[in-house]
Protein backbone atom coordinates (compact mmCIF):
# COMPACT_ATOMS: atom_id res chain seq x y z
CA UNK A 1 0.00 0.00 0.00
CA UNK A 2 1.21 3.05 -1.17
CA UNK A 3 1.58 6.32 0.75
CA UNK A 4 -1.84 8.49 0.96
CA UNK A 5 -3.61 5.51 0.27
CA UNK A 6 -6.72 4.71 1.52
CA UNK A 7 -9.04 1.98 2.81
CA UNK A 8 -12.47 2.37 2.32
CA UNK A 9 -14.34 0.40 5.37
CA UNK A 10 -18.01 0.89 6.35
CA UNK A 11 -19.93 0.70 9.41
CA UNK A 12 -23.68 -0.06 10.12
CA UNK A 13 -25.92 1.78 12.94
CA UNK A 14 -29.10 0.63 13.41
CA UNK A 15 -31.70 3.51 14.36
CA UNK A 16 -33.30 2.31 17.10
CA UNK A 17 -34.62 2.64 21.13
CA UNK A 18 -34.27 0.02 23.76
CA UNK A 19 -35.54 -2.93 23.61
CA UNK A 20 -39.22 -3.02 25.08
CA UNK A 21 -40.65 -6.01 26.81
CA UNK A 22 -44.09 -7.17 25.68
CA UNK A 23 -46.78 -8.55 27.66
CA UNK A 24 -46.48 -12.53 27.19
CA UNK A 25 -43.41 -12.65 26.66
CA UNK A 26 -40.53 -11.39 24.02
CA UNK A 27 -39.92 -7.97 23.40
CA UNK A 28 -40.20 -5.05 20.81
CA UNK A 29 -37.40 -3.14 19.21
CA UNK A 30 -39.01 0.45 17.50
CA UNK A 31 -36.50 1.27 14.72
CA UNK A 32 -36.06 3.86 12.61
CA UNK A 33 -34.02 2.86 9.64
CA UNK A 34 -30.19 2.57 9.77
CA UNK A 35 -26.98 4.67 9.09
CA UNK A 36 -24.36 3.94 6.77
CA UNK A 37 -21.04 5.64 7.00
CA UNK A 38 -17.55 5.02 5.02
CA UNK A 39 -14.91 4.94 7.32
CA UNK A 40 -11.50 5.86 5.52
CA UNK A 41 -8.56 3.94 7.27
CA UNK A 42 -5.26 5.82 6.41
CA UNK A 43 -2.20 3.38 7.60
CA UNK A 44 0.23 5.83 6.45
CA UNK A 45 -0.65 10.02 4.94
CA UNK A 46 0.90 12.90 5.16
CA UNK A 47 -2.44 14.63 4.95
CA UNK A 48 -4.91 15.40 7.89
CA UNK A 49 -7.71 16.94 6.93
CA UNK A 50 -9.30 20.74 7.23
CA UNK A 51 -12.08 21.94 9.83
CA UNK A 52 -13.50 23.01 6.76
CA UNK A 53 -13.79 19.13 5.63
CA UNK A 54 -16.40 18.55 8.81
CA UNK A 55 -20.26 18.19 8.45
CA UNK A 56 -20.49 21.66 10.97
CA UNK A 57 -18.74 23.30 7.88
CA UNK A 58 -19.98 22.66 5.02
CA UNK A 59 -17.85 18.93 4.53
CA UNK A 60 -18.87 15.72 4.79
CA UNK A 61 -16.79 14.35 7.86
CA UNK A 62 -18.13 13.37 11.01
CA UNK A 63 -15.20 12.94 13.26
CA UNK A 64 -11.90 11.99 12.54
CA UNK A 65 -7.97 10.77 14.38
CA UNK A 66 -4.80 10.14 13.68
CA UNK A 67 -2.06 9.13 15.47
CA UNK A 68 1.41 10.20 14.19
CA UNK A 69 3.88 7.39 13.22
CA UNK A 70 7.27 7.06 13.62
CA UNK A 71 8.97 7.82 10.78
CA UNK A 72 12.32 10.20 10.65
CA UNK A 73 10.32 13.11 8.10
CA UNK A 74 7.96 13.47 11.38
CA UNK A 75 5.07 13.72 8.87
CA UNK A 76 3.76 10.59 8.58
CA UNK A 77 0.18 10.00 10.57
CA UNK A 78 -1.86 7.02 11.14
CA UNK A 79 -5.84 7.16 11.63
CA UNK A 80 -9.22 7.12 9.91
CA UNK A 81 -12.23 9.54 9.15
CA UNK A 82 -15.69 9.08 9.18
CA UNK A 83 -17.58 10.12 6.67
CA UNK A 84 -21.47 11.63 6.79
CA UNK A 85 -24.12 8.62 7.08
CA UNK A 86 -26.70 7.89 4.67
CA UNK A 87 -29.85 6.28 5.89
CA UNK A 88 -30.86 2.49 4.54
CA UNK A 89 -33.36 -0.38 5.39
CA UNK A 90 -33.12 -1.93 8.46
CA UNK A 91 -32.33 -5.39 6.59
CA UNK A 92 -30.32 -3.88 4.33
CA UNK A 93 -27.35 -5.18 6.24
CA UNK A 94 -28.29 -8.99 5.71
CA UNK A 95 -27.85 -8.97 1.76
CA UNK A 96 -24.60 -6.65 1.78
CA UNK A 97 -22.21 -9.21 2.46
CA UNK A 98 -22.08 -13.19 0.89
CA UNK A 99 -22.72 -14.32 4.24
CA UNK A 100 -19.10 -16.46 3.54
CA UNK A 101 -16.17 -16.60 6.08
CA UNK A 102 -16.62 -17.92 9.73
CA UNK A 103 -16.85 -16.59 13.05
CA UNK A 104 -13.43 -16.32 14.57
CA UNK A 105 -13.47 -18.82 17.37
CA UNK A 106 -12.86 -16.77 20.34
CA UNK A 107 -14.65 -13.26 19.02
CA UNK A 108 -17.84 -14.40 20.58
CA UNK A 109 -19.10 -12.80 23.23
CA UNK A 110 -22.65 -13.95 24.65
CA UNK A 111 -23.76 -11.61 27.42
CA UNK A 112 -27.36 -11.50 29.10
CA UNK A 113 -29.07 -8.59 30.83
CA UNK A 114 -31.59 -9.10 34.04
CA UNK A 115 -34.58 -8.87 31.38
CA UNK A 116 -32.74 -11.73 29.50
CA UNK A 117 -32.22 -10.01 26.27
CA UNK A 118 -29.03 -10.96 25.15
CA UNK A 119 -26.03 -9.22 23.43
CA UNK A 120 -23.88 -11.16 21.17
CA UNK A 121 -20.48 -9.37 19.36
CA UNK A 122 -18.93 -11.67 17.25
CA UNK A 123 -15.97 -10.94 14.34
CA UNK A 124 -16.79 -12.75 11.12
CA UNK A 125 -13.39 -12.92 8.77
CA UNK A 126 -14.26 -13.75 4.91
CA UNK A 127 -12.15 -13.02 1.76
CA UNK A 128 -15.03 -11.03 0.23
CA UNK A 129 -16.29 -7.36 1.28
CA UNK A 130 -19.41 -6.31 2.52
CA UNK A 131 -21.32 -7.14 5.71
CA UNK A 132 -21.10 -10.49 6.47
CA UNK A 133 -22.92 -10.77 9.20
CA UNK A 134 -25.48 -13.54 10.84
CA UNK A 135 -29.03 -13.10 12.14
CA UNK A 136 -28.67 -16.37 14.16
CA UNK A 137 -26.48 -17.69 16.16
CA UNK A 138 -26.65 -21.07 17.98
CA UNK A 139 -24.58 -21.58 20.50
CA UNK A 140 -24.43 -23.66 24.20
CA UNK A 141 -27.86 -25.63 22.96
CA UNK A 142 -29.14 -22.42 21.98
CA UNK A 143 -30.58 -20.24 19.27
CA UNK A 144 -30.10 -16.69 19.26
CA UNK A 145 -32.23 -14.87 17.16
CA UNK A 146 -32.38 -10.73 17.14
CA UNK A 147 -31.32 -7.81 15.27
CA UNK A 148 -27.64 -6.71 14.19
CA UNK A 149 -26.98 -3.08 16.08
CA UNK A 150 -24.13 -2.22 14.74
CA UNK A 151 -21.81 -3.67 12.51
CA UNK A 152 -17.97 -2.14 11.14
CA UNK A 153 -16.20 -4.07 8.37
CA UNK A 154 -12.84 -3.07 7.21
CA UNK A 155 -9.84 -4.86 5.68
CA UNK A 156 -7.15 -7.00 7.23
CA UNK A 157 -4.35 -4.81 6.71
CA UNK A 158 -1.75 -5.54 3.90
CA UNK A 159 -4.39 -8.70 3.12
CA UNK A 160 -7.20 -9.29 0.75
CA UNK A 161 -9.60 -10.63 3.16
CA UNK A 162 -11.77 -8.72 5.45
CA UNK A 163 -13.18 -8.43 9.09
CA UNK A 164 -16.86 -7.44 9.60
CA UNK A 165 -16.99 -6.82 13.70
CA UNK A 166 -21.15 -7.60 14.52
CA UNK A 167 -23.01 -6.51 17.66
CA UNK A 168 -26.23 -8.06 18.42
CA UNK A 169 -29.64 -7.61 20.19
CA UNK A 170 -31.04 -10.88 20.73
CA UNK A 171 -33.26 -13.29 22.57
CA UNK A 172 -33.30 -17.21 23.20
CA UNK A 173 -35.64 -18.86 20.49
CA UNK A 174 -37.69 -20.09 23.35
CA UNK A 175 -38.93 -16.69 24.52
CA UNK A 176 -41.13 -15.92 21.58
CA UNK B 1 17.72 -50.02 18.90
CA UNK B 2 14.42 -47.96 19.64
CA UNK B 3 11.79 -47.49 16.24
CA UNK B 4 12.00 -43.93 16.16
CA UNK B 5 15.76 -43.74 16.26
CA UNK B 6 16.74 -44.57 12.26
CA UNK B 7 19.66 -43.89 10.15
CA UNK B 8 19.31 -40.50 8.55
CA UNK B 9 21.02 -41.95 5.35
CA UNK B 10 17.33 -43.32 5.22
CA UNK B 11 15.60 -40.39 6.15
CA UNK B 12 13.01 -40.11 3.28
CA UNK B 13 13.22 -36.80 1.90
CA UNK B 14 11.00 -37.53 -0.51
CA UNK B 15 10.16 -35.16 -3.05
CA UNK B 16 11.94 -32.70 -1.01
CA UNK B 17 14.52 -30.48 -3.92
CA UNK B 18 18.42 -29.90 -3.64
CA UNK B 19 20.81 -30.73 -0.89
CA UNK B 20 19.28 -30.88 2.39
CA UNK B 21 21.81 -30.65 5.61
CA UNK B 22 19.06 -31.00 8.44
CA UNK B 23 15.66 -30.63 9.20
CA UNK B 24 13.43 -30.46 12.43
CA UNK B 25 9.75 -30.22 13.32
CA UNK B 26 8.50 -28.41 16.72
CA UNK B 27 4.72 -28.50 16.94
CA UNK B 28 2.10 -27.60 19.84
CA UNK B 29 -1.30 -28.07 20.71
CA UNK B 30 -2.83 -24.89 22.58
CA UNK B 31 -4.73 -26.40 25.46
CA UNK B 32 -6.24 -24.51 28.29
CA UNK B 33 -7.62 -26.58 31.18
CA UNK B 34 -10.07 -24.59 32.34
CA UNK B 35 -12.09 -26.99 34.16
CA UNK B 36 -10.30 -29.43 36.52
CA UNK B 37 -11.60 -32.11 34.76
CA UNK B 38 -11.95 -30.77 31.23
CA UNK B 39 -9.39 -29.18 28.84
CA UNK B 40 -10.11 -27.07 26.07
CA UNK B 41 -8.27 -27.68 22.89
CA UNK B 42 -7.29 -25.47 20.30
CA UNK B 43 -5.43 -26.15 17.44
CA UNK B 44 -2.01 -27.63 16.70
CA UNK B 45 0.44 -25.77 14.73
CA UNK B 46 3.93 -26.78 14.24
CA UNK B 47 7.38 -25.21 12.67
CA UNK B 48 9.28 -26.75 9.85
CA UNK B 49 13.16 -26.23 9.87
CA UNK B 50 14.78 -27.15 7.39
CA UNK B 51 18.45 -26.28 6.50
CA UNK B 52 19.98 -26.71 3.02
CA UNK B 53 22.71 -25.72 0.64
CA UNK B 54 21.88 -23.01 -1.74
CA UNK B 55 24.60 -23.64 -4.32
CA UNK B 56 26.85 -26.21 -5.21
CA UNK B 57 29.84 -23.62 -5.81
CA UNK B 58 32.02 -23.14 -3.44
CA UNK B 59 31.69 -19.28 -2.19
CA UNK B 60 35.02 -17.37 -3.11
CA UNK B 61 35.05 -13.23 -1.93
CA UNK B 62 33.46 -11.44 0.99
CA UNK B 63 30.84 -13.09 3.76
CA UNK B 64 27.47 -12.27 2.89
CA UNK B 65 23.54 -12.70 4.41
CA UNK B 66 20.18 -12.51 3.47
CA UNK B 67 16.79 -12.63 5.65
CA UNK B 68 13.21 -11.89 5.21
CA UNK B 69 10.67 -12.51 8.03
CA UNK B 70 7.34 -12.95 6.71
CA UNK B 71 4.29 -11.89 8.97
CA UNK B 72 1.21 -14.10 8.19
CA UNK B 73 -2.46 -13.02 10.24
CA UNK B 74 -3.64 -16.34 12.14
CA UNK B 75 -7.55 -16.76 12.05
CA UNK B 76 -8.70 -19.74 13.73
CA UNK B 77 -12.35 -21.11 12.84
CA UNK B 78 -13.20 -23.54 15.83
CA UNK B 79 -16.76 -24.39 13.96
CA UNK B 80 -14.56 -26.32 11.72
CA UNK B 81 -11.62 -26.71 13.08
CA UNK B 82 -9.53 -24.75 10.28
CA UNK B 83 -6.88 -22.49 11.29
CA UNK B 84 -6.44 -20.19 8.27
CA UNK B 85 -2.91 -18.50 7.64
CA UNK B 86 -3.74 -15.12 5.86
CA UNK B 87 -0.78 -13.65 4.09
CA UNK B 88 -0.22 -10.06 4.83
CA UNK B 89 2.75 -8.49 2.93
CA UNK B 90 6.51 -9.24 1.49
CA UNK B 91 7.78 -8.79 5.02
CA UNK B 92 10.99 -7.33 6.46
CA UNK B 93 13.96 -8.14 4.69
CA UNK B 94 17.85 -7.21 4.52
CA UNK B 95 20.76 -8.19 2.97
CA UNK B 96 24.82 -8.09 3.21
CA UNK B 97 27.77 -8.47 1.74
CA UNK B 98 28.36 -10.73 -1.27
CA UNK B 99 25.68 -13.49 -1.53
CA UNK B 100 26.86 -14.62 -4.72
CA UNK B 101 23.49 -12.92 -6.85
CA UNK B 102 21.76 -15.70 -4.85
CA UNK B 103 19.44 -13.08 -3.15
CA UNK B 104 17.92 -9.70 -3.61
CA UNK B 105 15.60 -7.74 -1.64
CA UNK B 106 12.82 -6.44 -3.57
CA UNK B 107 12.19 -2.90 -2.36
CA UNK B 108 15.40 -1.32 -0.14
CA UNK B 109 14.34 1.45 2.42
CA UNK B 110 17.52 2.37 3.36
CA UNK B 111 21.42 1.38 3.26
CA UNK B 112 24.34 1.80 5.84
CA UNK B 113 27.26 0.78 6.82
CA UNK B 114 28.02 -2.33 9.09
CA UNK B 115 31.86 -3.49 10.44
CA UNK B 116 33.06 -6.73 11.57
CA UNK B 117 36.40 -6.57 12.64
CA UNK B 118 38.33 -8.86 15.90
CA UNK B 119 41.99 -8.90 16.23
CA UNK B 120 42.08 -12.00 18.89
CA UNK B 121 43.55 -13.81 16.03
CA UNK B 122 46.04 -11.04 15.37
CA UNK B 123 47.14 -8.56 13.68
CA UNK B 124 46.71 -9.85 10.42
CA UNK B 125 43.30 -11.29 10.76
CA UNK B 126 40.68 -10.29 8.34
CA UNK B 127 38.01 -8.13 8.91
CA UNK B 128 34.66 -6.82 6.82
CA UNK B 129 33.46 -3.45 6.03
CA UNK B 130 30.33 -3.56 4.43
CA UNK B 131 27.12 -2.13 3.41
CA UNK B 132 23.45 -3.23 4.80
CA UNK B 133 20.17 -2.82 3.60
CA UNK B 134 17.38 -2.98 4.68
CA UNK B 135 13.80 -3.38 3.40
CA UNK B 136 11.10 -5.26 2.40
CA UNK B 137 10.41 -8.67 0.53
CA UNK B 138 13.19 -11.04 -0.37
CA UNK B 139 14.15 -12.61 -4.46
CA UNK B 140 15.80 -15.78 -3.86
CA UNK B 141 17.07 -17.49 -6.43
CA UNK B 142 19.30 -20.40 -5.17
CA UNK B 143 18.54 -23.80 -4.36
CA UNK B 144 16.93 -25.93 -2.71
CA UNK B 145 13.62 -23.85 -3.02
CA UNK B 146 13.69 -20.51 -4.57
CA UNK B 147 10.77 -18.31 -3.91
CA UNK B 148 9.65 -14.10 -4.12
CA UNK B 149 8.40 -13.24 -0.68
CA UNK B 150 6.40 -10.45 -3.28
CA UNK B 151 3.83 -12.61 -4.40
CA UNK B 152 1.21 -14.64 -2.34
CA UNK B 153 1.81 -17.53 -4.53
CA UNK B 154 5.88 -18.06 -4.37
CA UNK B 155 5.59 -18.55 -0.37
CA UNK B 156 3.78 -21.44 0.10
CA UNK B 157 5.33 -24.84 -1.03
CA UNK B 158 4.50 -28.53 -0.95
CA UNK B 159 4.53 -30.78 2.46
CA UNK B 160 7.64 -32.84 1.11
CA UNK B 161 8.28 -34.31 4.35
CA UNK B 162 4.55 -35.10 4.97
CA UNK B 163 4.79 -33.35 8.86
CA UNK B 164 1.25 -31.94 10.35
CA UNK B 165 -2.29 -33.15 8.33
CA UNK B 166 -0.32 -32.88 5.24
CA UNK B 167 -1.28 -29.65 4.18
CA UNK B 168 0.99 -26.50 2.68
CA UNK B 169 4.50 -25.47 4.50
CA UNK B 170 4.21 -21.91 4.83
CA UNK B 171 7.51 -19.63 4.24
CA UNK B 172 7.69 -17.73 7.61
CA UNK B 173 11.54 -16.72 7.94
CA UNK B 174 14.78 -17.21 5.55
CA UNK B 175 18.32 -16.56 6.28
CA UNK B 176 21.10 -17.16 3.83
CA UNK B 177 24.70 -17.15 4.69
CA UNK B 178 27.41 -17.18 2.77
CA UNK B 179 31.06 -17.65 3.89
CA UNK B 180 34.17 -17.93 1.59
CA UNK B 181 35.57 -21.15 0.91
CA UNK B 182 32.13 -23.13 1.85
CA UNK B 183 28.97 -23.79 -0.02
CA UNK B 184 26.27 -20.97 0.83
CA UNK B 185 23.65 -22.25 3.40
CA UNK B 186 20.08 -21.43 3.39
CA UNK B 187 17.81 -21.84 6.65
CA UNK B 188 14.20 -22.15 6.18
CA UNK B 189 11.58 -22.02 8.75
CA UNK B 190 8.08 -22.72 7.55
CA UNK B 191 4.61 -22.88 9.84
CA UNK B 192 1.92 -25.79 9.02
CA UNK B 193 -1.42 -27.34 10.13
CA UNK B 194 -1.49 -30.38 12.12
Redesign the interface.
Known sequence: MALNQDIVGQRYTLRAGAPMPILGGGFALHTFMAEKNDIILSPCTTNLPSSRDFRGQGGDLMSANYNRVLDTSGNIFSGNKVKEPTYIDEDAIYSGGSGGGFIECTSLNISYDVLGLVTITYTVVSESAGFNVRGTIQAGGQTFTGWVTSATVNQIPFTSWYETHVTMITTTADSY | MADCCKLVGDFPVGSAPGCIISVSTNSSTELNRICESFTAQ?PTTGTLNMSAYASTTIHEGCPGRASVSI?W?R??????D?V?F????KGRSSLSGDVDNLARIDEVINSYKIVNASAAGGPAALYTDETQYDGYGLIYSGGPVSFSTSEDGQVTFQNWFGVGDGSELLLQSFNLTVEPGNYPVANYSFVFTA
Open positions: GPVRYDCDNEHIFSG
